[in-house]
């Protein structure tokens, strides 16, 4: 018999519901994602850590789990939040239901909110603290004593132990991939662009990857505030220094944001799933992106950077979604060309980081 269990958010909002993960209570920043499938790839991903998702599909578990459709080596979200949990999955590759995986994991979830109603309050309130718990004395006052997201530096928390080798190909250019949450993805489609790939811990220093054979650097996605990244903005100011062909997704568009001179802010509510229009001002086309970030770069602090071009913006508020230095082999964006399972439209972005370290 599933176990009744809470939903709290810091203001004090309540939703019943039962248990389908890990009965262990959890805080965390509440956010939600509008795609309609990808949930394991979503809990996978470790931007994130830290937080409870909440899926606005209403249906969620219809096709199980399987070993492929990872984006990290475990789950890395707080907890889960669905309407409707099917206890019933079919697909093919499928190895076990969505619970069984959330228990194994450790990861509490739960089912029968109104996240209908649920997205409605984070988006007029802001994502804001919450948590899944299984008795509700006390349950405010431990969510209150929990860290909000802003001033965080999760990155360090989910980035590799030691550097490793992805992919090795004869006579390719090497990227040093700079791991603050990396999806597997991107690393496979760098490998697929032609790069050999090799992945080093956050803090590692530009000089070490450089020594060791990298003649490109890539900023991967990640947790928490950029802000708090300090020792990343120091990366990004060695790598225009040394005029270094560099390319940032996501976390890592941010803290290339931030070496350069401009400042990031927190969003409302941010930007999360997989049908978020673009505007690619290079190319003029409208591109549908998949997203996953609560920070942005501000706009208006690139206004006085003659030397930084906005390439893309985010066409339901106006927020940046992609930049270049204008003399050196810079360039960022704010959403995911490596999206799984889709959509695919910016995948181009691989290609070009590729074209830039030959070039280079």
């Known amino acids: 018999m599933p176990k009744t269990c809470f939903l709290i958010l810091e203001d004090g909002t309540e939703f019943k519901g039962k248990s389908f993960g890990c009965e262990d209570a959890v805080c965390g920043e509440i956010v939600f994602n509008t795609s309609m499938s990808g949930y394991q790839e979503i809990l996978t991903d470790p931007s994130y850590n830290g937080q409870i998702i909440t ?15 990872v984006e990290s080596s475990k789950v890395q979200a707080s907890g889960f939040v669905v309407k409707e949990y099917s206890k019933s999955y079919s697909n093919f590759r499928a190895v076990m239901p969505l619970s069984d995986y959330l228990v194994q994991s450790g990861v509490p979830a739960i089912e029968g909110v109104d996240t209908r109603k649920l997205t ?5 309130r802001g994502a804001m603290r919450a948590g899944i ?5 006390g349950a405010l006052e431990t969510l209150l004593a929990h ?24 006579n390719a250019p090497q990227v040093a991939v700079f791991d603050f949450g990396v999806k597997t993805n991107i690393l496979r489609l760098l490998d697929k662009a032609g790069f050999s790939v090799k992945v080093y811990p956050a803090k590692t220093s530009l000089r070490q990857a450089l020594d060791e054979g990298a003649s490109a ?7 928490g505030d950029p ?45 999360r799933g997989a049908n978020q229009p673009v505007r690619n001002f290079l190319t003029g086309n409208i591109e549908i992106s998949s997203q996953n970030h609560g920070f ?30 204008k003399t ?24 070009q980081f590729y074209a830039m370290a030959v070039k280079a």
């Open 217 to 223: 650097v890539f900023l991967s996605n990640g947790p």
């Open 296 to 325: 942005a770069v501000s706009y208006d602090s690139m206004k006085n950077m003659p030397d930084i071009e906005l390439t893309h913006i985010n066409l339901n508020d106006n927020t940046v979604e992609g930049l270049r230095h």
């Open 55 to 69: 899926m606005t599909y209403p249906m969620i578990g219809n096709y199980g789990v399987n070993p492929e459709d």
């Open 133 to 137: 718990f299984f008795e509700q004395k």
């Open 120 to 124: 409605k309050i984070i988006r007029n």
């Open 227 to 271: 802000e708090a990244v300090t020792y990343a903005a120091d990366l990004v100011r060695d790598i225009a220094r040394e005029k270094i062909p560099a390319f940032g997704i996501c976390l890592g568009h941010q803290i290339i944001g931030l070496g350069l001179g401009a400042l990031t802010y927190k969003l409302k509510f941010g930007h």
């Open 328 to 351: 050196l082999p810079i360039i960022s964006v704010q959403h995911h060309p490596e999206a799984s399972p889709g959509p695919h439209d910016a995948l181009y972005l691989f290609e």
């Open 147 to 170: 860290p909000q997201m802003a001033g965080l530096d999760l990155a360090s928390g989910v980035s590799c132990g030691e550097p490793y080798v992805f992919s090795k190909r004869e």
